[in-house]
């Protein structure tokens, strides 16, 4: 079976500091990988995405996700964090090419950016 | 805006009452899905729409009843819930294959804003 954690229920970074939220899977085959946002009152946002290739990718926000296959990594990284960063973060997996209902999603992270 | 919207933005119903949430998507996607967020546990899927055909969790009670008219309008018939119930539901939607072809996709969720539901 396939899952996703989160190990961080909150992470706590300076503003200009870079950013790391974690997150490591398991999934048969070769996975798809997915960052969503959920700012307050908000539903979730697609942020960025891992199919195949390049193992550093780039998304929204001047985000990027880095996939580590021996590692079953794919952690969120920002190399200067902005106030306007603070929001909840979720980290999904599926297992390859298949429908979005098979995407399954982390518990979360909190990211709180202080000025 | 996403494209997906959510109605009411904020419920409170005691544990007899019968409410419906309604999610309406304008980005022409042929899935639809009710999801549940609570504090510090994954998001849990409840309910899919895909290519008109229902995929159903099997551990989603019985008190929670999916509607999907057409490709564009999702409902969730809520009656006796329970205080344990309470959470955002967010509904999503999503470009799928087409039956019988891998047609296009890019497995991208497009969530509304939630429903934030107290069970009293």
């Known amino acids: 079976a396939q899952s996703v954690a989160q190990p961080e229920d909150q992470v706590n970074v300076a503003e200009g500091n870079p950013l790391t939220v974690k997150c490591t899977y398991s999934v048969s085959g070769n996975p798809y990988l997915f960052w969503y946002v959920q700012y307050p009152n908000r539903g979730l946002q697609f942020l960025l995405k891992?199919?195949?290739?390049?193992?550093l990718v780039k998304g929204s926000y001047g985000f990027e996700a880095e996939f580590n296959k021996s590692q079953t990594s794919f952690h969120l990284k920002k190399p200067s964090a902005l106030v306007s960063d603070s929001a909840l973060y979720f980290c999904a997996v599926s297992p390859g090419y298949s429908s979005a209902s098979k995407i399954i999603f982390g518990s979360g992270t909190r990211l709180s950016i202080r000025p | 805006e996403t494209g997906v919207t959510q109605t009411p933005r904020h419920l409170v119903m005691g544990m007899t009452n019968k409410k419906s949430l309604k999610c309406e998507q304008h980005?022409?996607?042929?899935?639809m899905y009710w999801y549940k967020q609570s504090a510090k546990k994954p998001l849990e899927l409840m309910f899919v729409y895909s290519l008109e055909e229902r995929v159903e969790n099997n551990s989603v009670p019985s008190r929670f009843s999916p509607e999907c008219p057409n490709s564009s309008h999702l409902f969730l018939h809520l009656h006796t819930l329970q205080p344990e119930d309470s959470a955002l539901y967010l509904c999503a939607s999503s470009q799928e294959p087409s039956r019988g072809g891998r047609g296009a996709t890019n497995e991208k969720l497009f969530f509304g804003s939630g429903t934030q539901l107290s069970v009293l």
């Open positions: 891992y199919i195949t290739g390049d193992n």
């Open positions: 980005l022409g996607h042929n899935a």
